[in-house]
């Protein structure tokens, strides 16, 4: 995969957004957005759909959240941990998730 | 008394999957339960009866789990109806017990304030509460109950703890003519959703402490199980162990199962006088009861498998590291369960597509689904290797006959994989569903739960067995029985059967694929059920061949049939929708005739092509 270029969201704390789609196995952090903007109609569902499907599996702002592990073939899907429940989900699908990276 | 007896109050179980709530239904119930179908659709409806010790008698529903009431798959959408008291043919619940993993609850909060705007009566199980208390969590239940406005009972299903505490709970709530307020809910909207995490994780905060020793196994185990190579390497090796099982195991007393039959048959035929009774029992009723029950061993260790795995909470693991194998072909990752049961019988398989949310999802796994080898196909399988190929090693460690068998298998998983990526390309465009899936913690199966389940499993298959294939058997017996041979004919008396003439109608279509017409009239109530055709075949040559016994089947094919035609034979039955229970299931998944024809029609045409240029070839090199 290509290096992904890194957006810094003008976030209130110090500390580096990145997509929950790009981390990697190791990076954890708090959700600090979830957005319905990315790729419309390459979910097979709507965008909005999309975003309250997350916000209901717990991808909620404010939540914290570590990847474990990933797939084979291209990383994907991935697994992560999300407050105490663990969850699989594919990366396109968690393009529209930021996550705030732990300094460290 | 009597008119709470009679009446009995509604109770319903909700709540988020892998939350324990069957087994919860379970412990309330035991065997007093019915399985049967919501109105209309397919999802499976489980219903049991619980009598309290007051005497009121409570019918309590198990309905599908779900994390919300905005319903997308067809389970989902049968919860939030029932919930709502809006299912057809069915009354309100009077009494909603929504079902809470203790050690897992952020979720299922937010679930229950939605379940509050329901207005229903409403009593919270913190179930799997042994787990919390190991992991020293620490939950304020009066504050909590307090909190969300409904009594908290503690239960551990598995044990059958807490279960008359939840009963008690529930008889008080309708004792105290507790009576639903008027329904204010409706779909969130996104910043719904948000406030109601919010409010959850304030409830949360103020009456739970987080666990001492939180739970490290999963952890540990998923590092291995969900390693990208290892994990690969444990799931193909379980799958190797669960088919090795199924066929040493689950055949040899499948065979015992199989001896015995044809040995009643035998004992029937020596002992009773020659006739058309004796005929009837031994050829039509007993070949017909056996060739059922054959194959219940393996369905029942193959289920067991699936079952124990299940419950383990591996599945979902293997649905993580199938879903971009899988999703190459266009299939979703939750469609590995239900093409695995397919293995065993398409049938299951095409009823756990239910799993699925999206519709296009959910019928390319129905429409591919039929393609993996069922145990219906072994025993055609086995007849026709042990026929025409040679038991010798081929390089070096391999049977022949074990590798031709692999490369059945192997077809099948491939086509199925082709037919998907075609259909995708073809018929709908576009991009796949999003793949959400909780990955629950593992636990250790109770025994119990495993054995009820694959007795439950084991019973399905012998209902439908008995209701489809066995009338059948006793057709196919009718049809290749009358009318009998005229006086002084010469050649099998089946020649003159309505089997035989329609065999002998069909004959030409078959011709160049290399079918004669005992195959024919075979491929006619095996159209029933794929392993009916060896009856059938057996039928056609014993009572063709008066004096055979039915044991001698393969030597009686190896010596009328060329090796090209055994192959072609083999070819067909990759792809042939001998199956009219599956038709009939994809009928009713699918609520249409529209699937069901477009199977049928495609997977006979893949049959023919396949049985053609597998005849063909043989035949050209000299195996004709």
């Known amino acids: 995969m290509l290096p992904e270029p890194t957006e810094v969201e003008t976030a209130p704390e110090p500390g580096v957004s990145v997509r929950l789609s790009q981390a990697r196995p190791g990076?954890?952090?708090?959700i600090v957005d979830v957005r319905a903007e990315t790729h419309p109609g390459d979910h097979g569902v709507a965008l909005a759909e999309l975003q309250r499907r997350l916000l209901e599996f717990g991808f909620v702002e404010g939540a914290r959240i570590e990847v474990l592990h990933e797939g084979a073939i291209r990383r994907d899907p991935i697994a992560v941990k999300l407050d105490d429940m663990r969850?699989?989900?594919?990366?396109?699908?968690?393009?529209?998730?930021?996550?705030?990276?732990?300094?460290? | 008394?009597?008119?709470?007896?009679?009446?009995?109050a509604r109770i319903a179980l909700v709540g988020n999957p892998n939350s324990g709530k069957t087994a919860l239904f379970n412990a309330l119930t035991g065997s007093r339960q019915k399985v049967a179908n919501y109105a209309g659709v397919t999802v499976e409806r489980k219903e049991g009866v619980?009598?309290?010790?007051?005497?009121?008698?409570?019918?309590?529903?198990?309905l599908p789990g779900t994390y919300s009431l905005r319903a997308r798959s067809p389970d989902e959408v049968v919860t939030r109806d029932a919930v709502l008291g809006k299912l057809a043919g069915e009354t309100p619940p009077d009494v909603l017990v929504c079902v809470a993993d203790a050690t897992n609850l952020r979720l299922v909060l937010r679930l229950i304030l939605e379940l509050k705007a329901v207005g229903r009566p409403m009593v919270l199980a913190l179930n799997m509460y042994d787990i919390a208390q190991r992991q020293g969590l620490r939950i304020d239940l009066d504050g909590l109950a307090r909190s969300i406005g409904c009594p908290i009972v503690t239960t551990v299903a598995t044990r059958k703890r807490g279960i008359d505490d939840l009963v008690a709970q529930v008889e008080a709530l309708i004792a105290a003519g507790a009576i639903g307020a008027a329904s204010t809910w409706h779909e969130p909207a996104a910043g719904e959703i948000r406030d109601a995490h919010r409010e959850a994780q304030r409830i949360l905060k103020a009456h739970v402490k987080a666990p001492e020793r939180p739970d490290t196994f999963t952890g540990k185990v998923d590092s291995v199980l969900l390693h990208p190579i290892a994990g690969l390497a444990i799931l193909f090796g379980l799958l190797f162990v669960m088919f090795q099982a199924v066929f040493s195991w689950g055949k040899q007393v499948g065979d015992l199962i199989g001896d015995g039959f044809t040995g009643a048959g035998v004992f029937l035929a020596s002992h009773l006088p020659h006739g058309l009774l004796t005929s009837f029992l031994t050829d039509g009723v007993i070949s017909g009861v056996g060739s059922v029950l054959v194959f219940l061993p393996q369905i029942l260790v193959l289920f067991f498998f699936i079952i124990l795995l299940e419950d383990f909470g591996y599945m979902a693991r293997a649905a993580f590291l199938m879903d971009r194998i899988m999703g190459g072909a266009g299939l979703h990752g939750r469609a590995f369960i239900p093409l695995l049961s397919s293995f065993a019988c398409a049938i299951p398989g095409i009823m756990a597509t239910r799993v699925i949310d999206n519709k296009r999802d959910r019928l390319t796994t129905i429409l591919v689904a039929p393609l993996m080898t069922c145990s219906a196909r072994i025993p055609v399988y086995t007849l026709i290797i042990s026929a025409f190929i040679p038991s010798r090693t081929v390089l070096g460690v391999m049977n022949l006959q074990g590798l031709i068998m692999f490369g059945l298998y192997a077809a099948g998983i491939?086509?199925?994989l082709g037919v998907s990526f075609i259909t995708r390309k073809l018929f709908w465009r576009g991009a796949v569903e999003p793949f959400l899936m909780e990955l629950p913690a593992y636990k250790l199966p109770d025994p119990a739960n495993v054995a009820r389940n694959v007795i439950l499993r084991g019973r399905i298959f012998l209902t439908r067995a008995g209701t489809i294939i066995f009338p059948l058997m006793i057709a196919v017996w009718f049809l290749s029985s009358f009318p009998g041979a005229p006086a002084g004919a010469v050649g099998p008396a089946i020649n003159y059967s309505i089997a035989g003439q329609l065999g002998h109608f069909l004959q030409p279509l078959l011709q160049p694929i290399g079918f004669n017409w005992q195959m024919t009239v075979a491929l006619i109530p095996g159209f029933a059920a794929r392993e009916v055709a060896v009856a059938a075949l057996g039928t056609v040559y014993a009572i063709g061949n008066a004096g055979d016994t039915p044991g001698v089947l393969a030597t009686t094919l190896s010596h009328n049939w060329s090796i090209a035609t055994g192959l072609s034979f083999l070819a067909w039955y990759v792809f042939a929708p001998q199956c009219a229970s599956t038709i009939g299931v994809v009928k009713?998944?699918?609520?249409?005739?529209r699937w069901p024809i477009v199977m049928l029609v495609y997977m006979t045409a893949l049959a023919y092509l396949a049985a053609?240029?597998?005849y063909q070839t043989a035949v050209a090199f000299g195996l004709g």
């Open chain 2, 414 to 416: 491939l086509s199925a």
């Open chain 2, 612 to 614: 053609l240029a597998t």
């Open chain 2, 588 to 593: 009713r998944e699918t609520n249409s005739w």
């Open chain 1, 87 to 104: 969850v699989a989900l594919r990366r396109r699908d968690a393009e529209d998730v930021w996550i705030q990276l732990d300094s460290q």
């Open chain 2, 1 to 8: 008394m009597s008119d709470v007896a009679l009446t009995p």
């Open chain 2, 50 to 62: 619980v009598t309290t010790p007051g005497g009121r008698s409570l019918s309590i529903l198990d």
């Open chain 1, 27 to 30: 990076d954890r952090g708090v």
